[in-house]
């Protein structure tokens, strides 16, 4: 891979954005050590963007409500970058987003960048790049960055430390009733969007609308903003405009309070103890893997010794 040039970066040109995004997913120790030099230049720019996350279960509108959402936003001057987390399994090796992020029409803009690829979560022991995936997208000029995720495993809460606003997408049609509501999600939620809310599935929207209003007005936060619920159709486009609204009454409730300083912070915080982790995954990994190392586990295994016990000893002789 050819180095990046960091003016085309910066000037947002999309296919030096698309590839230096690709090196810093790299596994490549030479890609990156090219990635460390680059995010060391990007650091230092300190631009700034709103980043958002939609997530929500699998099929709730979460594309189609980006793409509304992008299209008005770039309507109005702005520049959008969305982002797809995907919890890939290693063992289908397959894409859950797969193609379904096209986004055709926001895709045809000049003023959005759509990353489809998947971007996998601690699949080997890599660390997921988007963190780093939003850096760029940031220096490139983008103002703001939409992650999607989709509602599998550990997956929103992985992303709630990587963004400043956390949107719910809820489809009236799922059957996502508050009860089967993945516990701990609605929490997560800084503002809620009931999808669909038009022809056929109009009227469930409103009583989802409804029942959700009601089961969240006696929860508070720490933080005394009262997460929005709006329906909304991104078929239609109605409600998007409101929709934005609402995000950016909580962009500048978060700039006023200080939270979002104060958020990003506590996210560097994480992000660096996740880096720790990962550099102590990739030293340790090799040696544990070691045919010598794994025929000694097998021997004390012989010997009636339990895992605890090999593991502790292992851990002893390796990390000396
Ligand atoms: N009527 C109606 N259908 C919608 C609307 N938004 C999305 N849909 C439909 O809902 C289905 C799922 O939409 P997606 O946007 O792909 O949903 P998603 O949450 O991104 O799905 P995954 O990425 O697969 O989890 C599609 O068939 C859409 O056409 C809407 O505003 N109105
Ligand atoms: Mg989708």
Redesign the pocket.
Same mark, same amino acid.
Do not use: C, F, M, Y
């Given at each position: 891979m050819d180095s990046i040039d960091l003016n085309k970066l910066i000037a947002g040109e999309p296919r030096t954005l698309a590839r230096a995004i690709t090196l810093v997913e790299s596994q490549n120790p030479k890609h990156q050590r090219e990635s460390k030099n680059l995010l060391k230049h990007i650091f230092n720019l300190k631009k700034s963007s709103f980043r958002i996350s939609i997530s929500? #279960?699998? *099929? /709730? *509108? =979460?594309?189609?409500? %980006?793409? /509304?959402l992008g299209l008005y936003l770039v309507s109005r001057g702005r520049k959008v970058a969305v982002l797809t987390i995907d919890p890939t399994s290693p063992i289908s090796g397959g894409s %859950?987003?797969g193609d =379904?992020?096209r986004m055709e029409k926001l895709a045809t803009s000049p003023h959005a960048f759509i990353r489809p690829s998947p971007t996998n979560l601690h699949v080997g022991g890599a660390t997921n790049r988007t963190r780093e995936a939003i850096l760029l997208c940031e220096a490139a000029g983008f103002d703001i960055i939409i992650v999607?995720t +989709? *509602?599998v495993g550990q997956t929103e809460f992985q992303v709630k430390n990587m963004v400043d606003a956390f949107v719910l #997408?809820i $489809?009236p049609l799922s059957g996502d009733s508050i009860q089967g509501m993945k516990k701990g999600i609605l929490e997560l939620a800084d503002l809620l969007a009931i999808? =669909? !809310?038009? *022809?056929? $599935?109009e009227s469930l929207a409103k009583t989802t609308l409804h029942d959700y209003r009601e089961s969240l007005q006696f929860s508070h936060r720490s933080d005394q903003w009262t997460p929005p619920i709006m329906a +909304? &159709? &991104?078929? !239609?486009m109605t409600g998007i405009a409101d929709l934005w609204d609402s995000l950016q009454k909580y962009f500048s409730f978060k700039q006023s309070s200080g939270t979002l300083e104060k958020d990003r912070l506590d996210q560097q915080v994480i992000w660096a103890q996740d880096l720790f982790w990962e550099s102590i995954h990739n030293r340790f990994k090799p040696k544990i893997e070691n045919s010598t190392v794994q025929k000694k586990i097998l021997k004390m295994l012989k010997s009636k010794m339990n895992p605890e016990q090999v593991a502790e000893v292992i851990f002893k002789s390796i990390s000396n």
């Open positions: 929500g #279960a699998p *099929g /709730a *509108g =979460k594309s189609t409500l %980006i793409e /509304a %859950i987003l =379904k992020v999607e +989709v *509602g #997408a $489809s999808t =669909k !809310n038009d *022809g056929e $599935s +909304v &159709s &991104s078929l !239609n």
